[in-house]
């Protein structure tokens, strides 16, 4: 039975980290498109699988956001990473299961995973 | 769109872009009839573009010249034999009232409604959210307000663990009402 008391909990947790809750300037975005087009594509499971990753590995310095149409929407569902004082990356035709991996390697890791950007994508003549 | 929870996360992002401080979320099943309200104390919209706003070449935004959600939205409806109404007055809100009949063959799936509305709350944790489903056996009801309080200050509802919990709490809060 979910209870209020859960919430609660989460608090607790919450708040003894707020002391190494790293500010808005380090943090890391990552924006989903959720226009019309971005959620007849299927961009909600590629949010929520974030959503789970992002909270399974306790990445706390990772804001995930949704965010309107980006202007490309043959390529939703597009997934934008944000890394203060790097160049945005722009993801496109995002899946869950590409999910797991632009997390471990790009937002720990800081590897682009460059075959699911939209640059590949162009080469590919999509 | 494959299910209606879609529609309901495609038009409460509207009400969201419109500066709603509050949205209200029905889903009513009576009478083989299933209506989806969305309220929002938004923006609102003048005359002039309310009556054009099923129009698929209408929108605001300024990427694409077309808009697809609200028209969406009425062939959906429509094509189940019901229908689309959107009211608004500029300053006050908006409300998209959109009744399908539940019998038809064509009418879409529910849908994760759970999951729709823990991510509307997600993207924008500002927003005071309620969600009321009303079927035959009862009634159920999540709403942001009641939370806020437990939650303090410090933790925003855009927390994926929060939603998470909104996300479970709404499921089971509906499986109690299909017993």
Request: glycine share 8%.
């Amino acid at each position: 039975m979910k209870s209020l008391e859960e919430l609660k909990a989460i608090r607790e947790r919450m708040q003894k980290q707020i002391d190494i809750r790293h500010n808005d300037d380090d943090r890391i975005r990552v924006v989903v498109g959720m226009a019309t087009c971005g959620i007849a594509a299927g961009a909600r499971p590629v949010l929520a699988a974030f959503l789970e990753e992002v909270e399974k590995r306790n990445l706390k310095h990772v804001t995930v956001t949704q965010t309107g149409c980006i202007g490309v929407c043959r390529l939703e569902p597009i997934v934008e990473v944000h890394i203060p004082g790097q160049e945005k990356v722009t993801y496109v035709k995002m899946s869950p299961d590409k999910v797991p991996a632009v997390v471990s390697e790009h937002l720990v890791n800081r590897h682009v995973v460059a075959e699911y950007t939209i640059g590949a994508a162009d080469e590919r003549g999509r | 769109m494959k299910d209606l929870s879609l529609h309901l996360l495609d038009i409460a992002c509207n009400s969201v872009s419109a500066g709603a401080g509050a949205l209200n979320l029905e889903l009513e099943e009576r009478e083989g009839l299933l209506t989806v309200t969305i309220t929002d104390d938004g923006a609102g919209m003048p005359p002039r573009l309310l009556a054009a706003v099923t129009d698929p070449f209408t929108t605001t935004r300024t990427t694409r010249k077309v808009g697809l959600g609200l028209p969406l939205l009425r062939l959906a409806a429509e094509q189940t034999g019901g229908s689309l109404r959107v009211e608004s007055r500029e300053g006050a809100g908006t409300k998209v009232t959109a009744v399908f009949d539940a019998r038809h063959i064509d009418c879409p799936p529910l849908g994760d409604m759970a999951g729709t509305v823990a991510m509307i709350i997600q993207g924008a944790p500002h927003v005071e959210v309620r969600y009321t489903h009303t079927a035959p056996s009862g009634t159920i009801c999540f709403d942001t307000r009641d939370i806020r309080g437990i939650l303090g200050p410090d933790v925003p509802l855009s927390e994926p663990e929060v939603a998470r919990w909104i996300q479970a709490y709404i499921e089971e809060l509906t499986g109690q009402l299909h017993i």
